[in-house]
């Protein structure tokens, strides 16, 4: 079995110090070791977004890198994404307003993806949104109030609505 | 001015209690769970669809470090006491009892070996470290030729065919001899799957000395997880404790307790140890359960004005290796079922289910909806072989309130309060039928085809026969006011701790934010959630608990005010004497008195809040719903686009239409998938070709259209006046996108009748066509 590597993640602005091996998968490490239950595994290959995180900003897969991948880099998970306790961000406030979500376990991934989503594209078409979040699946919602919670969370973040 | 009535929450849309953890991350599923000590599992499995192990040695996997067992069949069978499940008579005929697969596999996916390890990492290393060898014998594939096959699935059953009913109706026979014409098809669904986004999983904790097996579960029946446990170790129901926490998704997936679940359980007890089984998403594709996969042929008698005058119906459905659950065979509920919203007149039918060598069947949202996928499609066809409009042979068929109550020939029972021709028309006009047609016409003289569906069914929900009859509500009003209600549902995003809260709320004069709802272990027997049962089932307990414990609080609060019961009301929490509102009472007093000052009760009434119901449910309560779909199919690609979709739907009077119209969507973008993407597929040999989400295509957002909702209220004569809606939108979808596609092909001379319409099926039938 290959060395443990040490490594050293910003996790939700706190630091995660740990000796891993080197197959141990970015969202293991986060679930099993900075305690993050909120990141979720659906897929396991790349395909349901659900392990959705932002490393340095980036929305990525956590179950397609290795934990070695994230060293000295910064991860915000759903966790990380509420102001405080009493203030949700927009988008998760957005998905409880428009019935985002049903049993919930896609929801991580689908709020990360949002919320990078807008950063690059802040007032976007139905369409747009549509494809936008098509890297994400969703078995309870039909995606309706997915794509109404993402067009409300655009114009609560300052983009103009449509 | 402050109100003067009680807030009202039932029929609004109440934002879900169950948000704010999910939202932020802080949902409580299976894999969340860590116990100290616990170990990780991980199943070898078959490769071959059909074959004998001549060569199994464990050594090597056992002596890698970090692995704990390794168990093969022989160490885990045997320790099998019964696997029932309640639903089920106890000698039906079954697959054997096997958790694990003994001296030969049975289909790709078949678990073999079980190991335990310190990870999931070393458990799988460990399955690598395996030395198996198998003898490939030829396997039972193809389901029309499986009961004929030479070749046994399982040979213990002696057939490949061990279930089939047939119901004969001389006057069908006389109706076909008289009829004007009688059109025949043969309608074919094709193999799918639940995909719940979270996979199966169980953390199990046996406590030696206690006898006591403890487990976390992803599951929508915590107390049949727990009976099915306990049989299935041969201890006490009460040493089997079932906690529940947040499930994600389900739809029918996690009733009943899988051969995986079973063998954890059993593996647990042997090594005194916490194990936990998380499937992955591999597993689940190829081995949770799989559905759908059947056929029907359908012969209908019609006159000369189009009039159904009789029907013959032959079923053939595929149960695969190990159906999830037990002995499945739900064809007969699909021929039951068949009349549906129509006067269908007598018929006849005949239903067989098959062993394949193939993942074994499970419930599937409308695990029946064949009914509806083969009828919806045979009136298309039969409208366009007499040569009658489709809504208009509707029309013509369909159930009339001057009808009910009505009885069809196959048994069913239509109460006073369903609306079939209510939902056809309030589709068809929010479609807006007529002029959709001009516009068809126009677009197919331009060389695009645009094409309509419509599906119109009765959906029998909240079942009540045998373990499914009834609900049981705990409800106490704790010390400080809060009110916590305990349910033997298994809410998995149908919503039901805001559903079962806006309920209380009524009743009782509080907020829904007052009621916490507790599922699992604590709570009285129930069958859980699934089968479209919730709202009427468990609602009616919710409902009756309240209602007695509003009684109760009343009259303790008559008697500290020193007022008459009948001059109080309840509002926000706070008991109050009508027109004087100085005089009040709060429901944290009320319940300090009920319990900290007993004394100041009223004599003779018993100490605490507590109160329990239990309702007990009609046979089935019906629901209606008529979804009408367009779509534009490109000739060159064989692309179907969706372009628009409306459901008009009667659950009766609605909790919360935001939680109904998520469930009607949720639904229909599963029905769309089935239509026209997902196909768990496998090749002749027997190989699943269909082991990811790459091959298993789930709808995303860019394939499911905006959802157009209408509603019918015909309330239902349970208390509140509801009706199930939870399968209906998976039931509707599947016939009306096919509608939608073999409309759009029309002007080709071509008839679909095998789903998926995928681009290569439509390629294919385009080509095939005389246009």
Redesign the interface.
Known sequence: MAEAVAISVKVNGRLQQGLV?P??TLADFL?EKAL??????????G??G?CTILLDGQAVRSCLMFAVQANQAEVT???G??LNEDT?HPV??A???C?G????????GF?ISVAAFLEANPDPTDEE???G???????????????AATRQAAATMGGKSR | MSPTTAARYVGQ?V??L???R????????V??VVLAGMLHVAFARSDLARGTITHLDTSAAAALDGVRAVFVASDLNPQVDSLRASMFPPHAPAPPPNLLADKDVRFVGDPYVMVVAESR?IAEDAIELLDVEFEPLEPVVDYETAADASALVHPELETNLPNQMQVPNPEQTEAFAGAAQVITETWYQHRQTN?????RGIVASWQPHAGVMEVWASTQSPHELQLMGARTLGIGEHKMVVHFG????A?GQKVFLGREDRAVLVAAKLLGRPLKWIE??RENLLAANHARIEQMTVSIAVDEDGKFLAANLDQLQDDGAYPLGGPAGLGAMSTTLFPGPYRMGPVSWQARTVHTNTCGRGAYRGPWQMESVAREQMIDRVASEIGIDPLELRRRNVLKPEDLPYQTSTGLSFETTISPDQTLDQAAEIIGYEDFRVEQAKARERGRYLGLGIALYIEPTSMGMGPLGTESAMLRVEVDGHINLFMGTGS????LETTMAQLVADELGVCPEDVSLHQGHGSGYGFGTGGSRSAVIAGGAARAAASGMREKVIAIAAHLLEASAGDLEVTDGVISVKGTPSAQVTMAQVAATAYQNSDALPEGMEAGLEFTARFKTPPVTHSNACHICTCEVDPGTGKVTLLRYVVSEDCGNMINP??V???V??????GIGGALYEHAVYDENGNPLAS???DYL?P???E?P??EHGNVVVPSDTPGGHKGTGEG?AIGAPPAVFNAVADALAPFGVYPNRQPLDPNAVLSLIASGAK
């Open positions: 091996e197959r141990l679930r993050c239950t909120g990141v979720h595994l659906g897929c396991e290959h395909v349901c659900t998970t759903v966790e994404l509420a949700l998760q406030q998905f409880s307003d019935h979500l049903q049993c919930g376990f896609c929801t991580p709020v949104i549509r494809h979040i098509s890297g994400n699946l969703c078995r309870c919602t039909g995606y309706q109030g997915i794509v | 849309s934002k879900r169950e948000d704010p999910l939202v932020t991350g802080h949902g409580r599923y894999d969340d990492y995909v719940p986004m979270e996979t947040d499930v994600g998704g739809f992955d998403r998995h995003g149908q919503s935001m939680v119209h998520g469930q969507a949720g639904g229909v973008a599963q990811t989400f790459l789930v995303t957002a860019a499911v905006e959802i939108g």
